[in-house]
């Protein structure tokens, strides 16, 4: 966590009432930004290879700049899927349906360059061994139902809403681009209040500064943020540049996993480094993040701990992980060897095992592309053989069996 500042406030006593206290910001970035754009292709390219083959392998990467979509990467599969109409479609899900917007799906350019998967690769996957090598993270914290750090969670918040006003029609000036920022204020380590808002939206080129401003503040971000975390003194930042006309791929180049600390912890926590849209699960840089947080969400929902990271490493080809670790920063309530032991006897976490108990090869990942791959709520979708669940990472379904192996009341 940031290193703070002290502040102190008077007790009933009269002494002063010192606090540790700390400021910590995250980002989020809405469905219309460039590299969400891109993020969504990717995983709708995976999606749609997964429902017709759930065995594919897909490591599918996006560009999307001014009139052009780019597909590469590398992909083996039975399935047959016409890239430009999921690419096209993508975009036109997302809402960029007008010229004017600087990107339209009807008539930018789709190419495509695909290869196989390289067979050395191949051969160390088809045996259940990792695709990759690599350490993957996984974090949980008590400060919010979801067991995630609050400002990530309320970043998500508010880019969510501008989706939502913008596609219902609420707040029709409003654009798919867009980001939100919110700085938290922690006390002991607990989230206690909002310091500051900064939201930057694309815009239709008939709104004013002052209306736009205002709407965003009773629209998006009052509606948003609980009202016994907006203090007095809250600073807002409200498209501060003045004008936020030209967006999307017009004003910026997308590219697929270049928004890591959005999609995982907003910056609490640490981060492997790999990126999640458009790989499938035998890649371990998105399975192995799963199954991380996955382990580190039923170490805290199971009171083992208020705050905790999982590491995960691995080496290309084999399936054991080569490490596994758990850091609880000062807050477990059993030793931290004795929460890894528990986790060694109720995870599998071989990339098999992993997709397995997370059901990983279905078409899920569409979901995934914005607002978060974490803190999301399970929930079923599809039907027949393309049945599935979606965020089973987030299910805390291991608590009981944690508490009872870590022996809690020992």
Not at 44 to 63: G, I, N, S
Not at 182 to 199: F, S
Not at 327 to 355: H, S, W
Not at 377 to 396: D, H, Y
């Amino acid at each position: 966590m940031v290193p703070g500042l002290l502040s102190s406030s008077p007790t009933a006593s009269g002494e002063p009432d010192v606090h540790d206290r700390s400021l910590f910001t995250s980002e989020s970035v809405t469905e219309g930004h460039p590299d969400k754009v891109a993020g969504a292709i990717s995983d709708a390219v995976l999606d749609a290879l997964l429902a017709q083959d759930p065995a594919a392998r897909v490591a599918c990467e996006t560009l999307v700049t001014t009139g052009l979509a780019v597909i590469a990467g590398e992909i083996t599969t039975s399935a047959y899927v016409h890239l430009p109409d999921i690419v096209r479609d993508t975009i036109r899900n997302i809402g960029y349906t007008d010229a004017g917007f600087g990107f339209d799906s009807n008539t930018c350019a789709v190419m495509s360059t695909i290869d196989r998967q390289s067979r050395d690769i191949g051969q160390g996957v088809d045996t259940g061994g990792a695709g990759d090598q690599g350490m993957m993270f996984g974090y949980a914290s008590d400060e919010t139902d979801e067991l995630m750090p609050m400002p990530i969670m309320l970043a998500h918040r508010l880019t969510k809403a501008l989706a939502d006003r913008r596609k219902s029609g609420d707040l029709k000036w409003l654009r798919p681009d867009g980001k939100s920022q919110v700085t938290v204020v922690y006390e002991d380590g607990q989230p206690v209040a909002v310091d500051t808002v900064v939201i930057s939206t694309q815009h239709a080129e008939s709104i004013n500064n002052t209306r736009l401003r205002k709407a965003i503040i009773s629209d998006v971000i009052e509606a948003s943020i609980p009202k016994e975390l907006r203090q007095k003194k809250i600073k807002y930042h409200i498209n501060p540049t003045g004008r936020f006309v030209i967006g999307g791929p017009q004003g910026d180049a997308g590219l697929t996993g270049r928004k890591i600390i959005v999609d995982t912890y907003g910056g609490m926590g640490r981060h492997g480094g790999g990126a999640f849209s458009g790989k499938d699960p035998s890649k371990v840089d998105r399975s192995a993040c799963y199954a991380a947080r996955w382990v580190a969400k039923n170490i805290v929902a199971a009171g083992l701990a208020r705050r905790c990271e999982v590491q995960v490493a691995y080496a290309i080809g084999v399936a054991e992980p080569v490490s596994i670790r758990v850091d609880t920063f000062g807050t477990a309530t059993v030793p931290e060897a004795r929460i890894l032991d528990a986790v060694k006897a109720n995870f599998d976490l071989t990339p098999k095992g992993i997709t397995s108990a997370l059901d990983l090869r279905k078409p899920i990942y569409g979901a995934t592309a914005a607002y978060g791959h974490f803190g999301r709520t399970p929930q079923k979708v599809g039907s027949g053989r393309n049945a599935a669940t979606l965020f089973t990472w987030e299910r805390t379904d291991k608590a009981a069996a944690l508490k009872r192996a870590a022996r809690v009341d020992k």
